[in-house]
Every structure is written in structure tokens, then in C-alpha cells.
């Protein structure tokens, strides 16, 4: 996973000019989880 996030960073950073970035995992449903799965959350800003 860590891969494809810098595989992503690097083609936003082609196309826009973010000032930074947040990148998260959610994990259990106290943690807004509501379908056990593996995935990230990864929002340019």
C-alpha cells in the first residue's frame, strides 16, 4: 500500500501543486469502519 500512495503522490504532484497531504487508515467501526475491508484514505491539500 505504501507504494501505490507514493505512485499516487507523484502523479498529483505532476498535475496540481498540493501544500500537503493526509493520508489515513481507519480501522474498527469506533473508528468510523463500517465494512471490514483494507483501504486509504489519501486527500491532496
Known amino acids: 500500500m505504501t507504494d501505490l ?5 507523484i ?3 505532476e ?3 498540493p501544500q ?3 493520508i489515513g487508515f481507519n ?3 469506533a473508528a468510523g469502519q ?6 486509504c484514505h489519501f486527500i491532496p491539500r
Request: net charge negative.
Open 27 to 29: 480501522i474498527g467501526e
Open 15 to 17: 498535475n496540481f501543486q
Open 20 to 22: 500537503g497531504y493526509n
Open 11 to 13: 502523479i498529483i504532484e
Open 34 to 39: 463500517s465494512v471490514m475491508h483494507c483501504h
Open 5 to 9: 500512495i507514493e505512485e499516487y503522490r
